[in-house]
């Protein structure tokens, strides 16, 4: 199957997932190839029109020397001799995942779908036809700078090659098509690695024999927040058949009762996160931009903007990483009180094993919590100046830095969320419980990874731990 | 006219305002008042059917003992004996008497719903406390599970909450938070108007080009609060189109609408999760008559933990922190004539720096409130920490840190608006230039406190006097520095 892109309307969440994690191809559509080239024409013969105003890049130079105006043969000189996008100088450990790097590139479409990006229609086939090629690597580190000129070099190094015009080269490498790639990645994700949270909380509130009560129909009609009643409601949907008989009989602690504020601040996240990558994914965000032609301005105008600083993106994923740490806090706590409660076996050990019990897993806790909390950090605008050497480019856009300590905040998530899943299966199994019939299928998933611990006599907890949370990964980014 | 409270929409944060800040009465309406004795009414008859179901509070004891049951008779006993604590916490300072109002609002709430099942006559008391002073409590030490720290010093000052016969509720609830996180969405709201209004300056006085703020923009970048920014932006700078720079701006100014844009965003959504939470407040326990709750039930819930609080001013506290760094590059890219094109240093022409008729240094100061601003606003995570010796009482509930912190930050960017307006206004005076009509008012203000520097003086007297007068402007809401910014399209 092949995206159709016709306009801006067609830069979608489900159009980029398709893209992105299906990994299928892009078609300009022929009505969208027409609007681009009435675009470019009318463009040019703006250009022509006075060669001497300033379009940033094109009758000026860039960056630095924006100042500086060039000649007509300049210009034409300037545009030739960018036909290739220089490679990219960040390096590093890590890479952005390659289902990012083709939302980067079809993020990188919306600005020449409706003819914005004042370019050719062949510029808009060159950079579709990318997605059926060899992807570049795109490392982690070293991309913060003004705008996204450091990502985009790395990606548009890839771009097949082809003589460049006036108006063309600048389009390539500005505006922030990376930031909206790294937010949807987030959007995209976050729900799933939400309602693995709500189903592994929803195993401890159960393993931990924990009231119902704080989860009653009644929260959710009473409350007015649309975020909390949804996070109630997925709470709930886990216990639909569920007893009340067989659980403690007075409150559970403050972290079972809190469980449903807590999602519900997740769910907020998530829902910005998908709100403001949505905004991101089919804005226009090129610099400068072509207004296109109207009635009063029949050539349209350039103008010179910030579109390529996405200011959505860094507070949207800090909020997620900040939750993410949230929710390793409340596994932990789950998990020590599963292990130290008075109503169930101390350590959850099995009578007839060899005494230890699984207290080991309350202590991996607090690394992968402490981990996430660091994560957690916010991401400000850098207060370097970097590359604002002669005053221009004086503030970098901080989102590649909220989605490198994102991609350390999932994980974390995963492997408290495996450990807390680990010793809630071992709570039913020492006290020979089941949980709620909705959980039984989850439970059965972590005992193939962590089966329950009777003797550590030829177990590796490690290993089996870190299986289950690549399966839980697995899960969180296929859903 | 008191404020009437009758049905939860009454629960503004409007409302709030006038009770907390202002200083407004509050009664309730006879709306109100049925669905109260109504709910107290059924919450009798529901414990009296109910002797042996867990009602934490009423069936049981209390925290760490919550597991032990108690009849009618130990009751009594324990509500003889009272509130063990008489006040726990301490600091230097004690919270406003406002923050304190705002907290009783909050706890307002929580009964006019029925939730609570308080008597009327409580509700009617506490309503009236509001006509008097507010007990003392100190601005530190608050934060644990639930914000019961608080708590015990408004039921120490007003013993109806502890006397109540028979009740779900006294006041379990997130009434600190809510109440505080009302008051700090108001004013956020005005510190933006404010911020919009001072960075319009700076933008005028380097005579950006007004492309940047382009209309033609707002569809698209597609963002409704990026384009309310390019609108007040625009709204402020109206005026003839001379003077403007031939190239582009510094990054710093022309991401302005796009920074801006993220704080409204920020903002609109303090201010709706605030007043939803004023108007939806759960304690624990919780008693829902069927009209309220799915069925008539009292349950133990997480009510007194409001997690979506601390996460709207948290982003709040990031974006005054990110225009403070914007604020910071515009302060020295004025002073730095290569740069902004102006008169290097801002020093008139003929004149030199040494003579002390400038701002010129004055750029240095911000970094180190931008740098305090940095450290207070890193986000207010769960405390990894167990809260106390109690297993039950496991997570401390982290909206106040939240509020103090976003508070301390917002004081700090108000002092850096101050050098920026003052450095701003100095800029065009050294030029004889006029601000533009919109802001002619807005620049007066900012010269009585902080004029043009023709003659050397302590200019960090001006900034701070500007600074003060600026916070005040933003708590009281009664300044032309705060007036809404008109014309949105």
Same mark, same amino acid.
């Given at each position: ?16 997932r ?22 470019r ?6 250009l ?55 939302m980067?590139?079809?993020a ?13 229609p ?12 060899p ?37 390539r ?15 995209l ?21 924990a ?15 649309p ?16 007893s ?20 519900g601040?997740?769910?907020e ?20 931009v ?5 009635q ?15 200011a ?8 997620i990483?900040?939750r ?43 690394g ?18 970097g ?43 020492v ?8 959980l039984?299928?989850i ?36 859903n | ?46 414990v ?9 509070? *009423?069936?049981?004891?209390?925290g760490?003992?919550?597991?032990n ?7 009594q ?25 705002s ?7 929580l ?48 013993p ?27 004013t956020?709201?005005?510190r ?24 033609a923009?707002?569809p ?5 609060y ?20 031939p190239?582009q ?12 844009g ?20 759960v ?43 914007l604020?910071?590059?515009?302060i020295i ?5 290569p ?18 008729? *400038?701002?010129?240094y004055?750029?240095f ?36 840190i ?7 930050v ?30 002619a ?20 007297n ?15 809401g009664n ?11």
């Amino acid at each position: 199957m092949t995206v159709v892109l016709d306009s801006r309307k067609d830069f979608t969440l489900e159009n980029l997932r398709r893209v992105s994690v299906t990994g299928e191809s892009v078609l300009i559509s022929p009505g969208a190839k027409k609007a681009i080239k009435r675009s470019r024409q009318s463009f040019m013969a703006y250009l022509d029109s006075d060669r001497t105003q300033f379009i940033y890049g094109t009758t000026s130079e860039a960056g630095q020397g924006a100042s500086k105006r060039i000649n007509p043969e300049q210009q034409r000189q300037l545009a030739r001799s960018r036909s290739r996008v220089r490679p990219g100088g960040g390096f590093g450990l890590e890479y952005v995942p390659e289902r990012v790097v083709r939302m980067i590139i079809f993020a990188r479409l919306a600005n020449y779908i409706e003819g914005n990006a004042k370019a050719r229609p062949i510029e808009a086939q060159r950079i579709a036809s990318m997605l059926d090629r060899p992807l570049p690597k795109l490392p982690l580190s070293g991309q913060v700078g003004a705008g996204e000129i450091l990502p985009l070099a790395h990606v548009m190094n890839f771009l097949p090659e082809g003589e460049t015009e006036e108006g063309e080269w600048m389009a390539r490498i500005n505006g922030s098509p990376v930031s909206s790639a790294l937010l949807c990645d987030v959007a995209l994700t976050a729900r799933g690695h939400l309602s693995l949270a709500t189903q592994i909380f929803a195993l401890s509130v159960d393993a931990y024999a924990a009231p119902l009560t704080p989860y009653s129909a009644s929260l959710v009609r009473y409350a007015r927040n649309p975020h909390e009643k949804r996070a109630l409601r997925n709470l709930r949907w886990w216990f639909k058949t569920s007893s009340h008989h067989g659980r403690i009989a007075h409150q559970a602690p403050v972290s079972w009762r809190i469980l449903p504020a807590v999602l519900g601040a997740v769910e907020e996240a998530v829902a910005i996160a998908e709100e403001t990558a949505s905004i991101s994914l089919s804005s226009v965000t090129d610099n400068p931009v072509y207004i296109l032609p109207t009635q009063s301005e029949p050539l349209g105008r350039a103008i010179s903007t910030g579109g390529y600083h996405n200011a959505q993106a860094a507070p949207a994923i800090d909020d997620i990483n900040a939750r993410f740490a949230d929710l390793c806090t409340l596994a932990d706590r789950h998990t020590m009180k599963l292990h130290s409660a008075d109503h169930l076996p101390a350590n959850l050990a099995d009578p007839k094993g060899d005494g230890w019990g699984t207290g080991l897993l309350s202590f991996l806790q607090v690394g992968y919590g402490e981990e996430a909390r660091h994560a957690a950090r916010r991401s400000f605008l850098p207060p370097s100046e970097g590359g604002g050497i002669a005053g221009q480019n004086d503030v970098a856009s901080p989102s590649m830095f909220a989605y490198q300590k994102h991609t350390r905040s999932r994980f974390c998530l995963e492997a408290s969320l495996a450990l807390l899943a680990s010793s809630a299966s071992q709570a039913f199994w020492v006290t020979n419980r089941k949980p709620s019939a909705r959980l039984v299928p989850i439970l059965e998933c972590v005992r193939d990874y962590v089966p329950p611990l009777t003797s550590t006599v030829g177990r590796d907890m490690g290993n089996e731990l870190h299986a289950l949370q690549q399966y839980f990964q697995a899960l969180s980014l296929s859903n | 006219m008191p404020v009437s409270l009758n049905e939860p929409d009454d629960l503004t944060l409007i409302n709030l305002e006038r009770v907390a800040v202002k200083g407004e009465k509050i009664r309730f309406g006879e709306t109100a008042i049925r669905t109260i004795s109504d709910s107290n009414k059924a919450f009798r008859e529901y414990v009296s059917a109910r002797p042996n179901e867990f009602i934490y509070g *009423t069936t049981s004891d209390y925290g760490p003992n919550a597991k032990n049951r108690i009849n009618d008779k130990e009751r009594q006993r324990l509500k003889k004996i009272g509130v063990p604590f008489l006040g726990l916490s301490f600091d230097d300072k004690n919270l406003p008497e406002s923050a304190v109002r705002s907290m009783v609002f909050a706890i307002l709430g929580l009964f006019l719903r029925g939730g609570s099942a308080v008597s009327p006559k409580t509700a009617r008391t506490l309503a009236k406390r509001l006509d008097g002073p507010m007990p003392k409590i100190p601005a530190g030490g608050l934060t644990s599970p639930g914000e019961i720290l608080p708590l015990f010093y408004l039921l120490r000052a007003f013993p109806e909450l502890v006397n109540e016969p028979l009740c779900a509720s006294s006041g379990n609830t997130a009434f600190c938070s809510v109440g505080l996180a009302g008051i700090d969405a108001i004013t956020t709201q005005r510190r933006l108007t404010l911020a919009q209004k001072v960075f319009a300056l700076s933008f005028e006085a380097i005579q950006a080009p007004l492309e940047h703020i382009d209309p033609a923009l707002k569809p698209l970048w597609n963002d409704p609060y990026e384009a309310v920014a390019i609108d007040n932006l625009s709204h402020c700078l109206k005026g003839p189109l001379i003077n403007r720079r031939p190239f582009q701006a510094p990054v710093s100014y022309r991401i302005l609408p796009r920074i801006l844009g993220q704080a409204l965003r920020a903002s609109e959504r303090l201010y709706r999760c605030s007043e939803e939470s004023l108007q939806s407040m759960v304690s624990n326990p919780m008693f829902f008559t069927d009209a309220l709750g799915s069925k008539v039930e009292t349950i133990s819930t997480g009510g007194y933990h409001n997690a979506r609080i601390p996460q709207a001013l948290d982003g709040v506290s990031m974006s005054w922190v990110d225009l403070a760094e914007l604020a910071r590059r515009h302060i020295i890219k004025l002073h730095k004539g290569p740069v902004s094109k102006l008169p290097d240093r801002l020093v008139r022409l003929g004149d030199h720096y040494r003579a002390g008729r *400038t701002t010129s240094y004055l750029e240095f100061v911000p970094a180190d409130f931008v740098d305090q601003m940095r450290r207070l606003s890193e986000p207010t995570l769960l405390l990894a920490a167990e809260a106390g010796a109690s297993e039950q009482d496991d997570i401390n509930a982290n909206g106040y840190i939240a509020c103090r912190n976003q508070r301390q930050v917002a004081y700090l960017f108000d002092r850096i608006m101050a050098v920026l307006g003052g450095v701003a206004s100095h800029a065009l005076d050294i030029q004889d230039r006029q601000a533009p009509l919109e802001l002619a008012n807005f620049v007066a203000e900012i010269r009585k406190d902080f004029p043009p520097v023709t003659k050397k003086r302590i200019i960090g007297n001006s900034a701070a006097r500007l600074a003060h007068r600026m916070s005040d402007a933003i708590d009281n809401g009664n300044s032309v520095m705060t007036e809404t910014i008109a014309d949105r399209v």
